[in-house]
């Protein structure tokens, strides 16, 4: 009940394309879904987050879609660019910052 | 750059010896997280201090503590260490105490455990 899942384990796309990353969680305690980029050798950065009470927030070219219902949510960035490739995270947490995250997964844009 | 400063960067230790591991914290945030990153995989919670006190532990063994300090920076002690302790241990930190706010890490120590 504690699990994210997260797919899909990588992806390839276009400049300019529209990478989608999903997740799914069964805790509906959780009360918090962040998003995190990572780059090689570096640690996780916070990209974007959203609490259960929206349905969408967006930040410059990445937007959090949240389904409440289905219990899943996830990742859209827009106008992709060689500089996202990189590997994110999905996680949850029902409070106090006690992150569950995803598998993750790896995206290469190519130029 | 977040605010999160970690050290050592990278580590090698032999297989039964112990490590400390020590993360400063971002200015203003009382909380500090760890967790474990095995390659190729998602970071796992190890355990969560605030205020100095232990504030929820993952499914780590007992072999793996901490410390807070009054200025809110940690240690992360690791005992007998074993070859699957190999990995990148992340820091975050964090203001919010019981509530959701942004964690943000640092870069990580890598641990090699030969």
């Known amino acids: 009940q504690q699990q994210v899942k997260q797919s899909p384990q990588s992806l390839i796309v276009q400049k300019g394309g529209i990478p989608i990353i999903n997740c799914a969680y069964e805790?509906?305690?959780?009360?918090?879904f962040p998003w995190y980029q990572q780059f090689p050798g570096k640690g996780p950065a916070l990209l974007i987050a959203?609490?259960?009470?929206?349905s969408e927030k967006k930040e410059g070219r990445f937007t959090i879609s949240f389904n409440k219902s289905a219990k899943q949510f996830s990742l859209h960035i827009m106008d992709s660019q060689p500089g996202d490739s990189a590997t994110y995270f999905c996680a949850a947490a029902r409070y106090g910052n006690k992150l569950v995250f995803g598998a993750g997964t790896i995206l290469r844009v190519k130029s | 750059e977040t605010g999160v400063t970690q050290s050592p960067t990278h580590l090698i230790k032999t297989r039964g010896q112990q490590v400390t591991l020590r993360c400063s914290s971002q200015s203003g945030h009382n909380t500090v997280s760890w967790y474990q990153q095995a390659l190729g995989q998602g970071p796992q919670f190890i355990f969560q201090y605030y205020r100095e006190e232990e504030n929820g532990r993952g499914n780590f063994p007992p072999r793996f503590s901490g410390l807070q300090f009054p200025n809110y920076s940690s240690e992360l002690n690791v005992n007998a260490l074993e070859l699957d302790d190999s990995a990148l241990y992340l820091c975050?930190?964090?203001?919010?105490?019981?509530?959701?706010?942004?964690?943000?890490f640092g870069q990580g120590t890598r641990l090699t455990v030969v």
């Open positions: 805790n509906t305690a959780f009360d918090y």
């Open positions: 959203i609490r259960p009470d929206v």
């Open positions: 975050a930190s964090s203001g919010g105490g019981s509530t959701n706010t942004e964690a943000f």
